[in-house]
């Protein structure tokens, strides 16, 4: 599967972001083959399984110019390479505790020439910023990474959308949120019609987290 189910699902994409797009395969194919950040079976079904599934997030919400967004866990950089392409007036951050994932993110980044990412070899907890959402791809159960990121979403918020986590996970979330009564589940199944997407979901928490 190539780019161009990227441009069906979003048909409003500029030249620059297109070629930004159709350059991710290459990219990560070369950089696989030294430092292995996805499955061989994943590689193959790249435009699918990592760059569609990231911008999940992009049919819940658009991202205001100048919003800061901080990746936890990004691995290879997803979801937040894809949505930098999406979305190049706003600041996004990425860090995970693997440095030869950060090193394939600064690589990647580097190669599409855009410029509006930052990705730091760090824990999340050792990150002293705030930003507007939080955004991640199943890392760990809600009530830990509620924990990890606690503190780290600013109280000003200027999006339709409270400022809060958006985590694309797959499964039966019932058990992990029971604690966060305020917690909204969007099938991606809504979105996108390919069969991958017919158990994965987007969570969005906004940043009250109440509990029971």
Known sequence: MDAGIINHYFPDLTEIQQEQFGLLAALYQDWNKKINVVSRKDIDELYLRHVLHSLGIAKLI???????????????????????????????????????????????????????????????????????????????????????VKGKISKQSSHSLKNGILYLKGGDLTEELKLYRNAQIFDLSNFFVEDFFETKKLVYLPMKYQRN
């Open 62 to 148: 658009t991202f205001n110019p100048g919003a800061r967004v901080l990746d936890v866990g990004t691995g290879g950089g997803f979801p937040g390479i894809p949505l930098a392409i999406l979305f190049p007036d706003v600041q996004i951050t990425m860090v995970d505790a693997i440095g030869k994932k950060i090193k394939v993110v600064e690589e990647v980044v580097e190669g599409l020439g855009i410029t509006n990412t930052r990705a730091f070899h760090t824990r999340v907890e050792d990150l002293d910023e705030q930003f507007d959402f939080i955004v991640s791809r199943a890392v760990a159960a809600m009530p830990t990474f509620v924990h990890w």
